[in-house]
């Protein structure tokens, strides 16, 4: 390697362009090339080439050394942190559904080579009903008569619903990360590897109600501490239980 040169490393991301990825999206990639790179080597942004997706990153001449040690690591170690930085470039390349992409080193060499096999899109199951929600609120927003519900669910599922009711939404609104709410909703609902769920922004909250954040211990202890019931006379209250479930 010739001092001489820019001392800059690319992660190019090939068949698409800067356009196409979201930048939220894009700062994850610009996150796990530092980690990769070394962050004790100070990587700083370079630029976003329009040719494909190039990201390049600089670094002091000084620093290409130790860098270039990490990438060969990344390779040949899976489980030290860049190989982990190296698999979670990758499997955002594979979640994006990009089927190629170069990490290039100051010479113009491409030190690793992404490649996967683009996968077949996953067949939608969409259908229109009503249905019923469960999860916290995490916030309401919107400037017209249309406001934009996100919640997540106990599968810690992000899912986003359309309210067009605004005193239905102030009401929503007190919940704000606190108890979780049973939302009813009417739209289309698509079916993934979790179930039903509402289509992203395709389903209308109507109404809600606020569920209990008792632990289940709690329950059962105050179940446990009512007085007034028959099981207590019972000689074999789990023999009798059996019987009514049709167990014996």
Request: charged content about 25%; proline content about 6%.
């Amino acid at each position: 390697m010739k001092l001489n040169k820019p001392t800059t490393f690319t992660l190019r991301i090939l068949g698409t362009k800067p356009s196409l990825i979201p930048m939220d999206r894009l700062g994850e990639y610009l996150s796990k090339f530092a980690d990769l790179l070394g962050k004790d080597n100070k990587p700083v942004f370079k630029a976003v080439k329009n040719k494909s997706v190039g990201i390049v990153a600089a670094v002091r001449t000084s620093d290409v050394v130790d860098v270039l040690a990490r990438i060969t690591q990344a390779k040949h170690n899976p489980d030290s942190r860049p190989g982990r930085a190296l698999a979670g470039i990758n499997s955002m390349l594979v979640a994006d559904r990009h089927v190629k992409a170069e990490l290039i080193d100051p010479d113009s060499n491409v030190v690793y080579l992404f490649l996967n096999h683009p996968r077949p899109d996953p067949e939608v199951y969409r259908v229109q009903m009503s249905g019923e929600v469960d999860g916290v609120v995490l916030g309401i927003s919107g400037r017209d008569e249309t406001m934009h519900l996100h919640i997540v669910d106990h599968h810690e599922r992000d899912i986003r619903l359309l309210v067009r009711n605004e005193a239905l939404a102030r009401q929503i609104l007190k919940y704000f990360r606190a108890d979780p709410i049973r939302l009813s909703v009417e739209g289309y609902w698509v079916r993934g590897e979790e179930g039903w769920m509402p289509e992203s922004n395709r389903c209308t909250a109507i109404a809600f109600e606020v569920l209990s954040s008792d632990l289940p211990s709690e329950i059962f202890s105050r179940f446990s501490g009512e007085q007034n019931h028959d099981w207590l006379s019972l000689e074999k209250p789990l023999g009798f239980l059996a019987d009514i479930r049709g167990c014996n």
